[in-house]
């Protein structure tokens, strides 16, 4: 079993910076991509930003330039660090990562974190 544990958010003003972190633990062969999501009370979950195991990196284009994904492979974690934060980034935001369990299994399973409510006050 594997689980994703989150840590940071919370209420921020407008302009303002927060970082999320996200851990992975359990049983992990290898992690390839891990990332943030987030969903806004009425709408549908989008994403906010991957990355491989390869640092390649991939942003949704309201948050580029103002948000930064990195990851410690090591520690089978992910960050995502929120700068000039604006009202419409407010969301609850969710940690996910693609995990093999096994050296005797290819395929990558997609896991998610509790989520953890980003608030943004104008």
């Known amino acids: 079993q594997v689980q994703l544990v989150q840590s940071g958010g919370g209420l921020v003003q407008a302009g303002g910076s927060l970082r999320l972190s996200c851990a992975a633990s359990?049983?992990?062969?290898?992690?390839?991509?891990m990332g943030w999501y987030r969903q806004a009370p009425g709408k549908q979950r989008e994403l906010v930003a991957v990355?491989?195991?390869?640092?390649?990196?991939t942003y949704a284009g309201s948050v580029k330039g103002r948000f930064t994904i990195s990851r410690d492979n090591a520690k089978n974690t992910v960050y995502l660090e929120m700068n000039s934060l604006e009202p419409e980034d407010t969301a609850v935001y969710y940690c996910t990562a693609n995990v093999r369990t096994s050296r005797y299994l290819l395929s990558y399973d997609t896991y998610w974190g509790q989520g953890t409510q980003v608030t943004v006050s104008s």
């Open positions: 359990g049983t992990i062969f290898s992690v390839n991509v």
């Open positions: 990355t491989t195991s390869g640092d390649s990196t």
